[in-house]
C-alpha cells in the first residue's frame, strides 16, 4: 500500500520532536541532581566550618600560688618570701624583690621551693630594669628548670640546666649593637653557654625589645602548652596590663615534664637596678579536661600538722587571757574602733584642708593690714606737706601744687577705701570659714555651703580686681599729656609722680590677687572630693 509523501513527512518530523523532548527531560533531570549535590556539599562544608576545632580553644587557667609571689606583703616577718627562697644579692622587701642592685658585679635570684608538677604552664612575670646610664647590665632571666639553680655567670645562675631560659640580656658582648633582647634558650644540662656571643648560636628565638628605664613596669608572658613556648611582651609604655606584644615561638620544644620556676639576674662593670613585682604561675589545661589534682599529703603530716595547730591554738588562748587580766579596762572593746575607716578619714581630711585655708586668710589677713597701714602714711606724709607747702609759695604755684596732691590724695583715699573693702571681705570670709568648721565639728559635711562661701570669696576678688583697674584707667586718662611731676618741697630730695605710685599699688595688688587665686586652686584641687 503506498503511503503519500505529506503523511511520512508529518510522522517524521513528530518522532524528531518526541526525541527532542526526551532528551531535554533528561538534561534538566541531570541538571537538578548536581545542583542538590553541590547545595548539600555548601550546607556540609558550612557545617563543618562552623564546628569548632579543639585544638584552636583557648586552655583552661588555674592560678598556682605555690609557686607565685606578688607585693604587696610579699614577705614575711623573718624577711622570707612564702613558697619561695632567695640568695645571693637579692633583697625582698614589702612591694617587690630586688634580685640585683645596681651595684658593681652582683648576682641575686629567686627560686620556687615546690615543684611544678604539670605539663602546661603560663608565667607571668612584671619586672623593672632601671639605672642611669645609657647602657646597662647584665641582665635578668626567667627559669623554668628540672632542678633548682645554682649561682654562676649566666645572670646570676649556672651555665649549665636541665630546661629552659628567658633571658633579658641589656648589655652587648659580641659588640653587634643588637641589645636590649630578648633571648630564648635551652638546655640538657650538658652545654655551656656562649657568653661571648651572647648565646646568638644557641638561641632558639629571639626578639629586640627595650625593656629599661620605662614609665610604666615591663610585664613578661611565658606560655608553653602543646610543647610550644610563646612569649609575650608588654613593653611598658602603657598602664594597660593586658597590651602584649608577640615576642617569639618556638615549636617542637621538649622541656621536663616537672621543675621549678625561678628568677636571676646580675651586674658588671655597669649596673641596672633589677626589680621583680610579681610572678603568677598558672596551670594550663586543655578544654574539657579536669586540672590535676594537688599532691595528697600524708597521714603523718596531716596529723603533725593539726597538733601544732592545736598547740598553737591553746597558746593564744593562753596569751588572750593574761592580756585580758593585765588590761581590764579594754575587755569587750570592739576591734573596729581601734581603726580609722572610710568616713572619718574624710571628714579629718576635710577639716585639716579648711584648717590651712583658715591659717592662710589669717596671713592674708595680717599683710592687708600692713599695706593699709603703709598707705595711711603715705596719705599722711602728704597732708603734711600740703599744710607746710601753704605759707611758703605763691598763689600760683600753690594752686597748682594743691591740684596736683589733691589729685594723689584722693587717688590714695579712693585705694584706701577699696583696700578697706578688700579687708572686711577677707574678714567676712574668715568668718564664714570658722562658722563652717564649727558646723562641721557639730556634725556632717556641708560641701554646698563651702563651695558657696569660696565662690563669695572669688566674686569679692573679682571686684577689688575692677575697682582697681577703674583706678589706673583714671590715672591714665589724665588731661595733662606730659607726665607732671610733684612740686620739689625743700624737706624731701624728691617725690613719687602720680602715675608711677599707682602703677605700683597695683602691680602688687595684681601679684597680692594672684597668689590668692594660686593658693585656692591648689586647695581646690587636693579637696575635690568635698
Keep these: 500500500m503506498a503511503v503519500p509523501r505529506g503523511a511520512t513527512r508529518r510522522r517524521r518530523a513528530s518522532t524528531s520532536a518526541a526525541g527532542r523532548l526526551f532528551v531535554a527531560l533528561v538534561a534538566g533531570l541531570l541538571c537538578h541532581s548536581r545542583v542538590v549535590q553541590v547545595t548539600a556539599d555548601d550546607d556540609v562544608a558550612d557545617a563543618l566550618a562552623k564546628t569548632p576545632d579543639p585544638a584552636d580553644a583557648a586552655p583552661h587557667r588555674r592560678f598556682e600560688y605555690k609557686c607565685s609571689f606578688k607585693g604587696p606583703h610579699l614577705v614575711q616577718a623573718d624577711g622570707s618570701i612564702p613558697f619561695w627562697i632567695h640568695m645571693g644579692n637579692a633583697i625582698p622587701s614589702a612591694d617587690q624583690v630586688r634580685i640585683a642592685p645596681s651595684l658593681k658585679s652582683q648576682r641575686g635570684a629567686v627560686w620556687s621551693i615546690n615543684k611544678a608538677a604539670f605539663e602546661h604552664w603560663e608565667a ?163 578544654p574539657g579536661q579536669a586540672p590535676l589534682p594537688e599532691a595528697e599529703i600524708p597521714k603523718e603530716d596531716k596529723d603533725k600538722y593539726q597538733e601544732e595547730f592545736h598547740n598553737f591554738q591553746q597558746e593564744l588562748d593562753k596569751k588572750k587571757e593574761e592580756f585580758q587580766k593585765e588590761h581590764p579596762d579594754v575587755q569587750g572593746e570592739p576591734i573596729d574602733e581601734l581603726y580609722e575607716s572610710v568616713n572619718d578619714r574624710e571628714i579629718r581630711q576635710v577639716f585639716e584642708g579648711q584648717n590651712r585655708i583658715h591659717l592662710e586668710i589669717k596671713q592674708l589677713n595680717r599683710q592687708l593690714a600692713m599695706i593699709l597701714d603703709e598707705q595711711r602714711r603715705y596719705v599722711t606724709i ?149
Design 124 to 286: 607571668e612575670v612584671t619586672f623593672r630594669v632601671s639605672g642611669r646610664g645609657r647602657m646597662g647590665a647584665d641582665g635578668l632571666a626567667i627559669w623554668f628548670t628540672a632542678s633548682q639553680g645554682r649561682q654562676g655567670p649566666v645572670y646570676g645562675a649556672s651555665d649549665k640546666w636541665n630546661g629552659v631560659g628567658i633571658f633579658f640580656d641589656s648589655f652587648d658582648n659580641d659588640g653587634k649593637k643588637n641589645n636590649p633582647v630578648v633571648v630564648v634558650v635551652g638546655n640538657n644540662g650538658k652545654i655551656t653557654y656562649d657568653h661571648k656571643r651572647d648565646g646568638s648560636t644557641q638561641a632558639l628565638g629571639t626578639c629586640l625589645r627595650d625593656f629599661r628605664n620605662k614609665p610604666y613596669p615591663v610585664r613578661a608572658k611565658v606560655r608553653y602548652y602543646k610543647k610550644t613556648l610563646t612569649v609575650m611582651i608588654n613593653n611598658g609604655f602603657t598602664p594597660d596590663k593586658e597590651d602584649f606584644e608577640f615576642c617569639t615561638k618556638v615549636e617542637n620544644m621538649i622541656i621536663p615534664a616537672e621543675g621549678y620556676f625561678g628568677v636571676s639576674a646580675a651586674t658588671g662593670g655597669v649596673a641596672d637596678d633589677h626589680d621583680v613585682l610579681s610572678f603568677l604561675v598558672f596551670q594550663l589545661t586543655e
Design 382 to 530: 602728704v597732708t603734711d606737706e600740703i599744710s607746710k607747702r601753704g605759707p611758703n609759695t605763691g598763689s600760683g604755684q600753690l594752686d597748682v601744687a594743691n591740684q596736683q596732691l589733691g589729685t594723689v590724695v584722693s587717688s590714695q583715699q579712693d585705694l584706701l577705701r577699696n583696700l578697706n573693702e578688700f579687708r572686711n571681705a577677707f574678714y567676712e570670709s574668715l568668718k564664714q570659714i570658722g562658722s563652717v568648721q564649727h558646723h562641721q565639728q557639730g556634725g556632717g559635711v556641708p560641701a554646698y555651703e563651702s563651695i558657696q562661701h569660696f565662690n563669695d570669696i572669688k566674686e569679692h576678688l573679682h571686684s577689688v580686681r575692677r575697682d582697681l583697674e577703674h583706678l589706673v584707667q583714671r590715672g591714665a586718662q589724665n588731661p595733662g599729656e606730659k607726665v607732671q611731676k610733684c612740686p620739689e618741697l625743700p624737706p624731701m630730695t624728691s617725690c613719687l609722680s602720680t602715675v608711677h605710685f599707682v602703677i605700683f599699688i597695683v602691680v602688687q595688688s595684681v601679684l597680692f590677687l594672684c597668689y590668692i587665686m594660686y593658693k585656692s586652686q591648689q586647695e581646690a584641687a587636693a579637696k575635690k572630693f568635698f
